[in-house]
């Protein structure tokens, strides 16, 4: 099985699917699954304005609607950036790692689920009573309406949503195993713009300064008290990422600034709770807000799928995992209104960074991993 990982998984790397662009990424998956007795359907979804196409997959084994597993992942990944010490899209196996932007986040993956549904079909054929779906979208680091939101609505339609949906995403903490998702906080993000009068800033009363308003504002944020009642997720929390101003002069105080800021939140609010709190505070400050939400909190505490994935990390690597609302927001936001959810991958600790690599070994081991849980799942 590894040299099937490997393969599909560098293939995939080599792929500069950043988002929105493709380059191959989702034909080399259905190309696989295709050879491996999926029906695929390779799906372009345009923006209403035309200027966005991204393509997606779905693929099926099976005809039986008893049980449908899904799959879920996404091809494409964030930009590079610089100072690699290998060439990021070249897939290069050096100590015992496979190094290449998105081998974790998350084409890894996806080559070990392919490689581990094949291998199930080949071992079982038709005798199995379900399906298989899986789902591969292109734009879940940006976007996401062109990806898994027209994806769900393509689905409807054909009426082939999974049941039970495990997602692929870097899960795994210290090492493979020690952590599954079962949820996520929500996450808001909020444009805070503050109007002031330009002015020498000798003269003070002549002008309003509109950076200091703004710097106010987010302090008092940053220092605002969130109540914590729903332990399953860790504590609401506000970082302010981005922070703009017109100014031209070091004696000028500017007359309009703006800055970013991000709230990921648990069950204890929705986001229609902190639009108020934070519209509340803001009269104080005079400054303006601009809402952008990306999804409430969410936890699917599905006892059959959490004894599935634990039992099948157990056998493979004797651990027994911990389940946790924590880590970023994934497309399981979408799924959680038409299935149960659960969320196992590889190790988070190099995503998104430069020198993205995973163990040869874990990718492996995810495989079997995914292998166990299939056999299980339709036992
Ligand atoms: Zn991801």
Redesign the pocket.
């Known amino acids: 099985m590894i040299d099937d990982v490997l393969s599909l998984c560098s293939k995939l790397i080599k792929c500069k699917s950043v988002t929105p662009k493709d380059d191959g990424a989702i034909d080399c998956v259905a190309d696989y699954l295709s050879a491996a007795g999926f029906e695929t359907n390779v799906l372009n979804f345009m923006s209403p304005d035309g200027k966005n196409r991204v393509k997606n997959l779905f693929a099926r084994y099976g005809t039986s609607d008893k049980k449908i597993l899904g799959f879920l992942g996404?091809s494409d990944v964030v930009p590079a950036g610089e100072m690699w010490k290998v060439e990021p899209f070249d897939a290069v196996l050096k100590d015992g790692y496979l190094y290449g932007r998105g081998v974790c986040?998350?084409k890894g993956g996806i080559a070990a689920f392919c490689c581990a549904a094949s291998e199930f079909i080949m071992q079982n054929g038709d005798n199995f009573d379900g399906s298989i779906v899986i789902l591969i979208t292109g734009d879940?680091?940006i976007g996401t309406e062109q990806g898994i939101r027209a994806l769900i609505d393509w689905c409807k339609e054909y009426g082939k949503l999974p049941y039970d949906c495990l997602i692929g995403?870097?899960s795994s903490h210290e090492k493979m195993g020690d952590r599954v998702y079962i949820g996520h906080r929500g996450s808001i993000n909020i444009k805070v713009k503050s109007k002031g009068k330009q002015g020498h800033i000798a003269q003070q009363g002549r002008y309003v300064n509109s950076l200091s308003n703004l710097c106010k504002y987010i302090s008092r944020m940053l220092e605002y008290e969130w109540k914590h009642k729903d332990k399953s997720f860790p504590k609401t929390n506000l970082e302010p990422t981005m922070l703009f101003t017109n100014n031209y002069a070091e004696n000028v105080a500017p007359e309009e600034s703006s800055a970013n800021i991000n709230i990921r939140y648990s069950s204890d609010y929705n986001s229609e709770d902190l639009k108020k709190i934070c519209e509340q505070e803001a009269k104080e400050y005079n400054v303006s807000l601009d809402f952008n939400v990306s999804g409430d909190a969410y936890c699917c505490d599905d006892e059959k799928l959490k004894s599935l994935i634990s039992s099948a990390i157990n056998e493979v690597t004797g651990e027994s995992p911990e389940f946790s609302c924590a880590g970023g927001t994934?497309d399981g936001r979408y799924m959680i209104k038409y299935c149960n959810i659960i969320e196992f991958g590889l190790l988070d600790a190099n995503?998104h960074q430069k020198n993205e690599r995973a163990k040869v070994d874990d990718l492996l081991c995810l495989s079997k991993i995914y292998h166990a849980f299939i056999k299980r799942y339709f036992s």
Request: charge should be negative.
């Open positions: 996404h986040d998350m879940e680091e995403e870097p994934s995503m």
